[in-house]
């Protein structure tokens, strides 16, 4: 069975600053994709950034980022030029040949001003 | 804008008091699925439709039931809720076939509270 974990369940950074949200997971499976999902404070989740697996190039979305490492089965997101925005919850997710999305326990980031 | 849209955001229920929990999309899409979100803890999902095929999760209590009138409704019934069923509950939609890796795209929740 395919499972995603987040060793972070907290994170904090400085505004304008720079943070890395980490991710591994367990599977498999050649083909599948990855997601990093955002879930502000009572709030609508939202997609950050999508990964393909086939694809080495890591996505970047603005000042969002991933380090995808597909040997290591590892998916870190990078937040760039940190702002108070950018306070959410952030959950990594995995969807494979089921379809269905697995979801790491997320990592609740603050950002200070 | 094309989105997901649940109804109502905020639902209130008694014990025992059978509710339903309403979702619509506009995005024309083929999979709609059910999560519960409780406090601080990720999404689990419920049960899924693929069209009108209806996909159950296998711990997805008997108490929890869904129909899909058609594509763009989607409703999460809710027998007897029990304390222990207040939650987030969330919808999302995604495009494709069975079993694709398609994003999900997510309404933006109703909590339900069971006094």
């Known amino acids: 069975a395919q499972t995603v974990t987040q060793s972070q369940p907290e994170m904090s950074v400085q505004e304008a600053e720079t943070v890395t949200l980490s991710c591994t997971y367990d599977?498999?499976?050649?083909?599948?994709?990855l997601f990093w999902y955002k879930q502000p404070p009572s709030r609508q989740m939202i997609l950050v950034i999508r990964?393909?697996?086939?694809?080495?190039q890591n996505a970047t979305e603005n000042r969002f980022s991933v380090n995808f490492q597909k040997a290591a089965k590892s998916f870190s997101l990078k937040i760039s030029d940190s702002q108070l925005g950018d306070a959410a919850m952030y959950f990594c997710?995995?969807?494979?040949?089921?379809?269905?999305?697995?979801f790491g326990k997320g990592t609740k980031l603050s950002v200070k001003p | 804008d094309a989105m997901v849209i649940q109804n109502p955001r905020y639902q209130v229920t008694q014990f025992g008091k059978p509710v339903t929990l309403s979702c619509s999309q506009t995005l024309n899409h083929n999979v709609m699925y059910w999560y519960q979100q409780k406090s601080s803890q990720a999404p689990k999902l419920l049960f899924h439709?693929?069209?009108?095929?209806?996909?159950n999760e296998a711990d997805t209590p008997d108490n929890f039931q869904s129909r899909r009138p058609n594509t763009s409704f989607c409703f999460l019934d809710i027998r007897s809720p029990g304390l222990g069923d207040a939650a987030m509950y969330l919808c999302?939609?995604?495009?494709?076939?069975?079993?694709?890796?398609?994003?999900?795209?997510f309404g933006p929740g109703t909590r339900l509270t069971v006094l």
């Open positions: 999302a939609t995604s495009r494709g076939n069975r079993g694709s890796t398609d994003t999900q795209y």
């Open positions: 439709y693929y069209d009108k095929d209806f996909n």
């Open positions: 997710a995995y969807v494979g040949s089921q379809g269905n999305l697995i």
């Open positions: 990964q393909e697996a086939y694809k080495q």
């Open positions: 599977t498999s499976e050649s083909d599948y994709y």
